[in-house]
Nanobody, 120 residues
């Protein structure tokens, strides 16, 4: 029922910027936690950033100071602004949404992923 659509990935030169978008449907969104994960080829998936319903944001140390997570609840959309990109940032980036049901049980949903490639 919950669907996430990601966009904004592409090829960029080191030092450049990209903005990823994640639009959700079928969820309450404004009450949900949204996060961005990434998975490089042959590597484990890791969390990049997360933002709560109240706007509290957290970042992985590897991207702190370079990436900014935000959300526009009116548009049911989350964003990840990525600046000063490095080749090490090359990965498939996934949007993750965490919802709670009537019993306050958490459920996680994933987007299809968008490829980010940073050339040296």
């Amino acid at each position: 029922q919950v669907q996430l659509v990601e966009s904004g990935g592409g090829l960029v030169q080191a030092g450049g910027s990209l903005r990823l978008s994640c639009t959700a449907s079928g969820s309450t969104f404004s009450q949900d936690v949204i996060a961005w994960y990434r998975q490089a080829s042959g590597k484990q998936r890791e969390v990049v950033a997360a933002i709560s319903s109240s706007g509290r944001a957290n970042y992985a140390d590897s991207v702190k100071g370079r990436f900014t997570i935000s959300r526009d609840n009116a548009k049911n959309t989350g964003y990840l602004q990525m600046n000063s990109l490095k080749p090490e940032d090359t990965a498939i980036y996934y949007c993750n949404l965490v919802t709670r049901d009537s019993r306050l049980h958490e459920h996680a949903y994933w987007g299809q992923g968008t490829q980010v490639t940073v050339s040296s």
